[in-house]
């Protein structure tokens, strides 16, 4: 596509369930992110994949969180047992070498209640 | 490991006035530096970015950043600031030094709110 996808664009979900945010990517783009944005705040690193390098997932909050990127494309992010304090926007972006800068999707506004 | 400090949470500016967001950086090797901008609700949008070459970059809505290297910083400035250009700013840097391979992973900053009065 175009640009990054997100989906979906909102989810509110029930104190304890688990979750999966889906980022669709930059079509070539190697490599991926995911941040977390609460309201008003700044970005909250959570993991970085890097081609078929081993993910950097030195920013995930706690166990509860994973993410999978399948055949070097799609991501999803997964939130197991989620909590009020998970509520934020979920920002995913790629970028490759050649374009340097990441592009960013629209976000999923995660609401935890 | 690279990092990036944009020491200031708010900066407030008059219609009209220069404005200036602070940034510095700390890489290994030769920085990839970007300025990003977020309107309220929406995501986040590319501005500008240094690469190599001319110090003084140009971008979008008439932002320029100058990169100084003796300095590690990387301010955003404007010449004369619009309300709408009030919003959340965040600046980034990517490590290109030998280390880094073909390592793309880009590290923000806090990021900056830009308030522009009337």
């Known amino acids: 596509g175009a640009g990054v996808s997100q989906s979906p664009s909102n989810k509110v979900t029930e104190k304890g369930k688990d979750v999966e945010l889906r980022c669709d990517p930059i079509s070539g783009h190697t490599a991926l992110y995911w941040y977390r944005q609460s309201l008003g705040q700044g970005l909250e690193f959570l993991i970085y994949f890097q081609g078929n390098s081993a993910p950097d997932k030195s920013g995930l909050p706690s166990d509860r969180f994973s993410a999978e990127r399948t055949g070097g494309s799609v991501s999803t992010l997964t939130i197991q047992r989620t909590q009020q304090e998970d509520s934020a926007v979920y920002l995913c972006?790629?970028?490759?070498?050649?374009?340097?800068?990441?592009?960013f999707g629209q976000g999923t506004r995660l609401t935890v209640v | 490991a690279q990092s990036v400090a944009q020491p200031e949470d708010q900066v407030n500016v008059a219609e009209g006035n220069p404005l200036t967001v602070k940034c510095t950086y700390s890489v290994s090797g030769n920085p990839y530096l970007f300025w990003y901008v977020q309107y309220p609700n929406r995501g986040l949008q590319f501005l500008l970015k240094y690469i190599t070459g001319d110090n003084l970059v140009k971008g979008s809505y008439g932002f320029e950043a100058e990169f100084n290297k003796s300095q590690t910083s990387f301010h955003l400035k404007k010449p004369s600031a619009l309300v709408s250009d009030s919003a959340l700013y965040f600046c980034a840097v990517r490590d290109t030094g030998l280390n880094s391979g073909g390592y793309q992973k880009v590290t923000f900053g806090t990021g900056t709110k830009l308030q522009v009065i009337p």
């Open positions: 972006a790629s970028s490759s070498i050649r374009d340097t800068e990441a592009f």
